[in-house]
């Protein structure tokens, strides 16, 4: 089953802005400049831009013979509230039925309303889940601020939290521990699944960031993984050879659906559902 989320009226609303400065430094004043120009816009845009953090990556990259440093900066503007860093960094923001915390220096998925629909539809497959592996706990793997467990640890008897970035998992005890029973685990997930048995879990949700599971992690979950796995991603290209992984390791790819997060761009965003038959 392959199936696509579009976004409605995708021509009238920014879902995402990203500014970018070839800089060396990020400045007050450059600083102060894009978050008016980014107020500006949201201003402007009926449902306001959907991306919330303003941060220096400080990467490398090449042009031509050239190195430079990139800053990236994010903000994130949704239903009222506008964070920044070095502005109101930190604040809620309304998700379906729940309101979750989130910080500007941390992660946070940009379009809103794109993001209902992929957490409504992991819902639908969760409820899908069936046998023992309903009573075994969930575990949410690069698992972010938690957004996901929010809204599928109440359909286990517990879930573990994995997530290297402490903020955000500062921010996941916040939003989730009012609704499941949870452990958190701050350590990267390369590292947790070594000295964890991934086959006592009944379903896992793992969302990478673009450079896609580490070989530790798609090595582990292929040998002895749970019945169920929910794989998000952000790059069709690692999806890919991580599935290939799965796959060979036993796997059944069961639905694949794509939603389109960033209209009028290359990106989009992908959900792989994988059963042990």
């Not at 685990?185 to 896992?204: H, L, P, T, V």
Request: glycine share 8%.
């Amino acid at each position: 089953m392959v199936v696509f989320g579009q976004q409605p009226n995708r021509h009238r609303v920014a879902w995402g802005l990203v500014f970018r400065r070839n800089v060396r430094r990020i400045g007050t004043a450059c600083r102060k400049k894009t978050t008016q120009q980014a107020y500006g816009l949201s201003e402007r845009c009926k449902r306001g831009i959907v991306s919330v953090c303003l941060q220096q990556c400080g990467r490398i990259y090449h042009t031509g013979n050239r190195r430079q440093d990139r800053t990236v900066c994010f903000l994130y503007a949704r239903d009222g509230i506008f964070l920044s860093e070095g502005g109101t960094q930190r604040g809620k923001t309304r998700v379906l039925d729940r309101e979750l915390f989130l910080d500007a220096g941390v992660f946070f998925q940009s379009n809103g309303l794109m993001l209902e629909k992929l957490i409504a539809d992991l819902r639908e497959i969760t409820l899908s889940v069936s046998g023992e592996a309903r009573n075994l706990p969930m575990a949410d793997l690069y698992c972010g601020v938690g957004t996901f467990a929010v809204f599928l640890g109440e359909f286990f008897p517990s879930a573990d939290l994995v997530e290297e970035n402490k903020t955000a998992l500062a921010l996941a005890r916040e939003n989730v521990l009012p609704f499941v029973s949870c452990n958190f685990f701050a350590q990267k997930s390369e590292d947790w699944i070594k000295k964890n048995d991934c086959s006592r879990y009944g379903f896992m949700v793992v969302d990478p960031s673009r450079l896609g599971l580490a070989p530790a992690v798609s090595g582990r979950l292929a040998a002895a993984g749970p019945p169920y796995l929910a794989y998000v991603s952000c790059n069709p290209a690692t999806l890919a050879r991580d599935s290939k992984i799965l796959l060979e390791g036993g796997y059944e790819l069961t639905d694949l659906r794509f939603y389109d997060f960033y209209p009028q761009t290359a990106h989009i965003e992908s959900l792989a559902v994988f059963e042990r038959p």
